[in-house]
């Protein structure tokens, strides 16, 4: 009798509070799928160095990305998802890997669909990593450094051009203009900072340009900052090249620049290569004297392109710049955008997948068609531009240019 | 390389950047002499004195060199509030904590001027920007001649101030015997103040002189207060005539050594006379023996 007075014995019900914890359990995790077929929200990390000595890039690249967001989220969201919007999640890389890779744990455990940003290639380099183990998708905004899509990295892709692309395309480039002129410029002097970017155009330039008949008569590194420039000036004078190629940051562009005019120092031609200061509006807007005439091959956005020129008229709206931070994070949000709506998947892997196979077309950038081989496209080219006129032009590739160049400028 | 067509001009240009340098020294030299610390916010402190005639010019329209005249006063009544106010009671008497005061101050300053305007670089584009004298050999471009004839006027002020007023016998008596200038009378907590608001009006003029030629960021004064500190260990620690004859030879030594070495290695020359300086006479070329 004892016995019916429990009908529930401590066995049957260890059984089935277990089973019911299962089935709630079961249900939570089929619960958000339910959510987001309904147009749940999906989170894009947004990592950029918004402080720290690269912060004005940073922030000029986040500028980008919350753009394309809020035109995505006002066009109705990820169709093919319900219309969910996509929700950013601002990380700050403060200027270091360390940094970046704190943000992207943070990012990954927030529960992420994919990460765009990271800006220096130094940074890229480590964000990547850490993004892969966790088979995050990662798209790289700039990191023009070739060893960030040569380590095999499943989930890492760059829509921009690579450095070996950009700077096979600067020579091609400069022969071709230096040809068009009747091969005015035969000497050249190469100014470029001490570091990886700096050094790294020195020494291809140094090689390569020989071959191509131009004879380099010095190569003149610097650290980052200089504070004068004078006596590398005084050097250029004595040299008296035809052509001077620098390769540095902004500040020291803009001196440079500076200190050959003051010296009066004129070459035929100024030519950088991703040149800091040479495709910069700030620049020609501050000093038009200093920057009338310089060539540069550089990102650069497709000037024949409504959007582009709609997208800059709304950041110019906002007193800022039109840099190349903010289209290429503009272009590298809207690729992830239609590689979700392609994918109608907000999971990783699926992500990563529908990224992978991406024709993405209709977009700012003056790009070939989009193909990922080893997570580069292989469509992204950089544009040759010259100051002209107060304004920057694009002088090559012919499809995309809306000027012809002008040299040699003296 | 050695034909002088170029040397001489390297030389000259050396002299024009030292002059600056020697300026930026003065002031840091100054706060050391007297108050036996090594200010490390001087380079913030004359970060913010750039945003400053920045601002003066692009948003007042008052060209650098007349704002000087309004920069400098404010800038010393700012340093005068700083060692009075918050580095002179935060420090409690122990020198080091002075240290960490100012570091601390170098730490927020920067920062502010991140939060306010952003890591941006400014440049302003006053007319006489790209002037320059033609010597017939090379061109000196306008805006430095300015500097250095007004570092050697501020100098000049500096050392009849000093010499010749009751405020300058003040702050030498509180430099080389503070118990006794005390009990003579002298207000010594003053008299610190007055010194780092001294020191504070020269990174200020400093500052108005390097804008019409130089950019303007958060941590634009950075670059120039490592130099700074060598030619104030040169020069000997608190001697005003050492920092002006130290900022010259730097600024020779630099520009020399960037001609011969290359830029990135120019450095190593400053760097090199600074151990030198240590090792043989580190008291300084002008520096009383400790």
């Known amino acids: 009798m004892s016995d019916q007075k429990i009908p529930f014995s401590r066995r049957q019900f260890l059984t089935t509070t277990a089973l019911g914890a299962a089935t709630a359990a079961a249900g939570s995790i089929a619960m958000p799928s339910v959510l987001r077929a309904a147009g749940a929200p999906v989170k894009l990390g947004v990592l950029h160095p918004v402080t720290g000595a690269l912060s004005y890039s940073g922030t000029q690249g986040r500028l980008g990305a919350t753009l394309a967001i809020e035109d995505i989220n006002a066009a109705g969201g990820i169709k093919s998802l319900g219309g969910a919007k996509i929700e950013p999640m601002l990380g700050d890389a403060q200027s270091s890997p360390a940094g970046g890779v704190a943000e992207v744990e943070k990012m990954n455990s927030a529960g992420v669909s994919c990460v765009v940003g990271g800006y220096a290639s130094s940074i890229c380099l480590a964000t990547t990593q850490a993004a892969a183990r966790y088979d995050l998708p990662y798209v790289v905004d700039v990191g023009v450094s070739d060893s960030i899509i040569k380590r095999g990295l499943k989930n890492t892709f ?73 006596t590398i000036v005084l050097k250029i004078k004595a040299q008296n090249p035809d052509l001077v190629i620098p390769a540095d ?9 500076r200190t050959m005019l003051q010296q009066h120092v004129r070459p035929k031609g100024i030519y950088s290569v991703l040149g800091g200061a040479a495709s910069s509006y700030k620049f020609v807007k501050e000093f038009p004297a200093a920057a009338n005439g310089i ?95 107060n304004d920057i032009k694009v002088i090559l590739p012919p499809k995309f240019a809306d000027a012809k160049p002008i040299f040699p400028i003296t | 390389m050695l034909s002088p067509t170029i040397l001489i001009p390297t030389v000259l240009n050396g002299l024009l950047t030292g002059a ?99 890591a941006d670089t400014r440049t302003i584009d006053v007319p006489y920007a790209f002037q320059s004298i033609d010597l017939g050999f090379t061109f000196l471009a306008v805006p430095r001649l300015v500097g250095f004839a007004a570092v050697f006027v501020v100098a000049l002020a500096l050392w009849l101030i000093m010499g010749f007023t009751d405020t300058g016998r003040a702050i030498r008596a509180v430099a080389k015997e503070k118990l006794g200038a005390e009990l003579a009378g002298i207000d010594v907590a003053h008299v610190y103040a007055v010194t780092f608001g001294l020191g504070t009006a020269c990174v200020a003029i400093a500052a108005c002189l390097l804008v019409p030629s130089y950019y303007v960021n958060p941590s634009a004064g950075n670059a120039f207060v490592l130099v700074a500190f060598t030619i104030v260990v040169l020069g000997g620690m608190g001697s005003v005539p050492g920092a002006l004859i130290g900022g010259l030879i730097i600024g020779v030594v630099e520009s020399l050594s960037s001609l011969f070495l290359g830029e990135s290695l120019g450095q190593i020359g400053i760097f090199l006379i600074f151990i030198a300086v240590l090792l043989v006479r580190p008291q300084g070329l002008f520096g009383a023996k400790a």
């Open chain 1, 249 to 257: 940051y902004y500040n020291e562009y803009v001196l440079l620049a």
């Open chain 1, 158 to 230: 760059r829509f921009g051009p690579g450095f070996g692309v950009i700077a096979k395309s600067a020579l091609d480039n400069l022969v071709a203009i230096n040809d068009g002129a009747g091969k005015p410029a035969k000497t050249v002097v190469i100014v470029h900072e001490d570091s990886l970017f700096g050094s790294g155009v020195a020494k291809l330039l140094g090689a390569k340009l020989p071959e191509h008949g131009f004879k380099v008569l010095e190569s003149m590194a610097h650290p980052t900052p200089t504070r004068d420039f004078n």
């Open chain 2, 20 to 118: 600056v340098y020697a300026l930026v020294a003065l002031g840091l030299t100054l706060i050391y002499g007297v108050l036996h610390i090594i200010n490390f916010a001087h380079g913030a402190l004359l970060t913010a004195a750039m945003f400053a005639a920045y601002f003066a010019f692009h948003t007042l329209g008052i060209d650098p060199y007349i704002a000087a005249f309004i920069i400098a006063p404010v800038f010393f009544a700012f340093g005068y509030a700083l060692q009075r106010f918050v580095i002179g009671p935060a420090s409690h008497g122990e020198d080091r904590n002075m240290l960490l005061v100012t570091l601390g101050l170098a730490v927020i300053i920067e920062n502010a001027l991140l939060f306010w305007f952003r």
């Open chain 1, 295 to 389: 060539m540069d091959c550089n990102h650069w956005f497709n000037p024949l392109s409504d959007k582009a020129q709609a997208l800059k008229k709304k950041v110019e709206a906002k007193g800022q710049f039109f840099t190349y931070e903010v289209y290429l994070n503009y272009s590298c949000v809207g690729l992830v955008a239609d590689a979700l709506e392609r994918g109608a998947s907000a999971d990783r892997a699926k992500l990563i997948a529908s990224l992978a196979s991406s024709t993405w077309s209709g977009h700012i950038m003056p790009y070939g068609p989009t193909k990922f081989v080893n997570g580069q496209n292989q469509g992204a080219a950089p544009c040759n531009t010259q100051v002209q006129g």
